[in-house]
């Protein structure tokens, strides 16, 4: 065996390593660079929301765009749209991280997991529990799902920062912890977030969700196929009641996530059309033709040895990043600042949503942690302590993206709705400074970690 087939040897044989590392560390390195999208989204739409043109802004955002289809007419306002319709694919890649987590990730293992799940738990407890202590039996009391969710670009983002001295342990905890976050908080809004529920359009739904998992149990892996029966999933949600973001983690749920070929039928097979080409090195017509049918095989067993799963992920995720979720941003973070949002009757909801997310996460995400720890249910992640976990803690109070989704959900009364977001911008604000702050004196040894 040559030297170089050792490598791609040795490369393959650590196939469940990469399947963790690839999509985590592309992950990270996008989300600086989102976050930082995401940032000047959410200025730019607080400056035009609050200016001249901030009555134009409102009115592009009640604006009703409508699709006709025959008999079937589907009419939006262009808020609706970027909520109902474009998070839903922000949704499905999320449903994606969650199946590859589950199937190869960090909560493949019980014993990894354990720590990440009950972290994210913990972290979502106590935000709700302090924000209902200031709002039960309020007019803010639905909203007590705001401030349980975390930011995973934003936090990500903020580690990124740091580069190399915050450990790769840390950086894989953080995401794990969303993920899950992310998790609970799709069960929330489908549980306690929905509405009166229509069984005959849920049911087709349903039925049509057999079907992806049928044509998943059946072998057929052509994108086209699941995303024609999503949209369908996802129509049928959008009129039964239940939010039809939900479509989008659970189509996601059927997709794929098995390799056709394993890796060294891969490498035998590629080894021997490369073989071929090498000796087809003629410019008839005849070489030619073999040639790019050649080719075409390579790329066919390129696309067998990936899984669907991977591929959608890998494709989607900056469009996610970079169009959908900044699109989010400026539709969403645009209020009106007013001193009656700030005070008042709409007091009781801007403590609850800023002490939930800038103390309740790092709190319930600290203490779970130790508590675990100190039992032996799980272990910290190597080259991790506890000042870590804690300025991680802190971290996990950006709020932003899923905050202001479920704000939109919990708040009818645009007063209410308007104090809520301003409430998540400034947890969010103060979490980023406070935890980056934190962690940075906590690595200011400058280990060097990969």
């Known amino acids: 065996m040559t030297a170089r087939s050792r490598r791609s040897a040795a490369h393959w044989s650590a196939t469940p390593l990469v399947y963790i590392l690839r999509p985590m560390q592309a992950f990270i390195h996008q989300a600086q660079s989102a976050g930082i999208l995401l940032l000047a989204m959410t200025v730019l739409a607080m400056f035009i929301a609050n200016s001249a043109f901030g009555e134009g802004y409102l009115a592009l955002l009640d604006t009703h765009i409508g699709i006709s289809v025959g008999p079937f007419v589907l009419e939006e306002s262009v808020l609706h749209w ?42 979502v407890v106590v935000p709700a529990l302090i924000y209902t202590s200031f709002n039960f039996g309020g007019s803010g009391a ?102 039809a973001t939900i479509a989008g983690v659970l189509v996601a749920m059927t997709i794929p996530a098995r390799s056709r070929i394993d890796a060294p039928t891969f490498l035998g097979r590629a080894r021997q059309i490369l073989k071929q080409l090498e000796g087809s090195q003629g410019k008839s017509k005849q070489d030619r033709e073999f040639q790019e049918s050649a080719v075409r095989e390579l790329e066919d067993l390129s696309e067998q040895v990936q899984a669907p799963l991977q591929r959608m992920e890998h494709k989607l995720h900056g469009w996610v990043s970079f169009l959908i ?4 941003a400026f539709a969403n973070a645009g209020v009106v600042i007013r001193a009656d949002s700030l005070g008042g009757d709409s007091l009781p909801i801007m403590l609850g949503i800023v002490l939930g997310l800038t103390l309740g996460k790092p709190i319930g995400i600290f203490a779970t942690c130790w508590l675990a720890v100190r039992a032996g249910i799980a272990q910290l992640p190597f080259g991790v302590t506890w000042p870590h976990m804690l300025a991680t803690g802190v971290l996990a109070g950006i709020g ?41 004196r906590v690595t200011s040894g400058g280990q060097k970690n990969g």
């Open 82 to 123: 970027v909520n109902d319709g474009l998070m839903v694919i922000f949704f499905f890649v999320v449903g994606l991280e969650i199946k590859r987590e589950v199937l190869v990730g960090e909560l493949a293992s019980p014993r990894a997991a354990a720590l990440p799940i009950l972290a994210a738990i913990g972290g």
């Open 142 to 243: 639905r909203g007590w799902g705001v401030p349980m969710a975390t930011d995973i670009a934003f936090a990500l983002g903020c580690l990124a920062l740091l580069g190399n001295r915050v450990p790769f342990g840390l950086k894989v905890f953080l995401t794990a912890v969303a993920i899950v976050d992310d998790l609970i908080a799709v069960l929330v809004i489908a549980i306690f977030y929905s509405g009166g529920l229509d069984f005959t359009m849920l049911g087709i739904g349903f039925g049509v969700l057999i079907l992806l998992m049928l044509a998943n149990l059946f072998g057929i892996r052509t994108p086209v196929v699941y995303a024609i029966l999503g949209v369908v999933v996802w129509l049928t949600f959008l009129n039964s009641g239940i939010h």
């Open 325 to 328: 979720m900044p699109i989010f």
């Open 400 to 440: 932003f993206t899923m905050s202001l989704f479920i704000a939109s959900l919990a708040f009818a009364d645009a007063e209410n709705l308007a104090t809520a977001k301003i409430s998540i911008l400034i947890a969010s604000s103060l979490a980023g400074v406070a935890g980056l702050f934190f962690l940075s």
